[in-house]
């Protein structure tokens, strides 16, 4: 045996007798606990944000301690379109991200916020659930750690409606209003119709429209009365613009492989837990917070039914556009689309 073959017999046998020791002191306890950052941009008062907190409790709670969640809501740590960065580089450990804050990054994760491509959210984040963790359909979770994250729960938001400072009582009403949206398919299909699109992340929105530098945002109705933007608006829809569900959750994947099986197991059966929790709190919240708007002067209009046609076509032609388009490129889109709109069969009513 020469000596760079003993040299290197040596080191491993050393490594072989450190590694046993090493092992036990890597293993998270109560007394020592894996601590992680999680960053989120909506405010503690927000469902989402309550619920979200939830989540991190009962990681704690069922990790009997060993993993402790820091918890940063409201922009205190990261900016809504930053997170996905920050979680993959490693600032954040866990992020509360919106895809269409960086639609480049995900580009099929778009089929989530399709305009319209669900009209009700239990049945919208229950596929999208489906479809992220089930074996079916991989190429989400296979790209995402790919990219250096870990999905670790969907969520979404719940009928989704324009509110603005000026009447919106039909489609034509839209034309040359300034209104907030996000993604890559909504701007496409408020521009059909005359409106301008603008891009703002979500904390900026109530100044915005106090200022008059926008007219309208496209949001859900309980985070436009959680964010008290009746304040500030006063004209609100009950079009059906869809409740759409795919923003996710999401961890840095180095930060998830140093996790232990068993509190990976727990983040998974909390993946499934959830968005059901989700939806119903938001069930609830809808009609509370339509009343409670309404009780501050807000008008809720609904669209004429021969509007509400139009917009349904158009929204059904941006979803083949889409699918088109991503497939073009290699992008499994259509299949993407397929699936979805089966697992939204499935879980609706």
């Known amino acids: 045996m020469n000596t760079i073959t003993r040299a290197f017999a040596l080191m491993l046998a050393v490594i072989g007798l450190a590694l046993p020791l090493a092992s036990p002191a890597q293993q998270p306890t109560a007394a020592n606990p894996i601590v992680l950052k999680k960053a989120e941009f909506g405010a503690p008062s927000l469902t989402r944000t309550a619920l979200s907190m939830w989540w991190a409790k009962e990681l704690e709670q069922r990790s009997h301690g060993r993993v402790k969640v820091q918890y940063f809501p409201s922009d205190s740590l990261v900016k809504a379109s930053d997170v996905f960065e920050a979680t993959r580089s490693g600032v954040i450990d866990i992020g509360i991200w919106v895809q269409a804050y960086n639609p480049a990054v995900s580009p099929l994760s778009g089929v989530f916020t399709l305009p319209g491509i669900s009209p009700n959210f239990r049945p919208a984040v229950l596929a999208a659930t ?17 990219l250096g994250v870990e999905p670790l729960y969907v969520w979404g938001v719940a009928d989704q409606e324009l ?19 996000i993604g890559r398919e909504w701007p496409k299909l408020i521009s059909e119709f005359g409106a301008v699109p603008v891009t703002l992340p979500w904390p900026e929105v109530y100044e915005a429209l106090g200022r008059g530098t926008l007219d309208a945002n496209m ?46 197991t727990i983040v998974r059966q909390l ?22 708007m309404q ?9 004429p039914a021969a509007d509400r046609a139009q917009l349904q076509s158009a929204m059904e032609a941006l979803w083949q556009g889409w699918a088109n388009e991503l497939q073009a490129k290699g992008l499994p889109a259509r299949e993407a689309l397929s699936h979805y709109r089966a697992l939204l069969k499935k879980h609706t009513p």
């Open 295 to 303: 009780a501050k002067g807000v008008k809720f209009e609904s669209w």
């Open 271 to 292: 993946a499934r837990e959830y968005p059901a929790k989700l939806a119903e709190l938001y069930e609830k919240d809808v009609d509370k917070a339509i009343r409670e």
């Open 130 to 146: 489906d479809l992220m963790f089930g074996p079916e359909f991989p190429y989400f979770r296979d790209e995402l750690r790919k």
């Open 219 to 264: 949001g859900f109705v309980t985070a436009n009365w959680d964010s008290k933007l009746y304040e500030v608006a006063k004209y609100h829809t009950r079009a059906q613009l869809g409740a759409s569900a795919g923003p996710l959750a999401i961890m840095n994947k180095a930060s998830w492989d140093k996790l232990p099986e068993d509190v990976k």
């Open 163 to 181: 509110i603005g400072t000026k009447p919106m009582p039909n489609l034509a009403a839209l034309k040359g209003l300034k209104v907030r949206v």
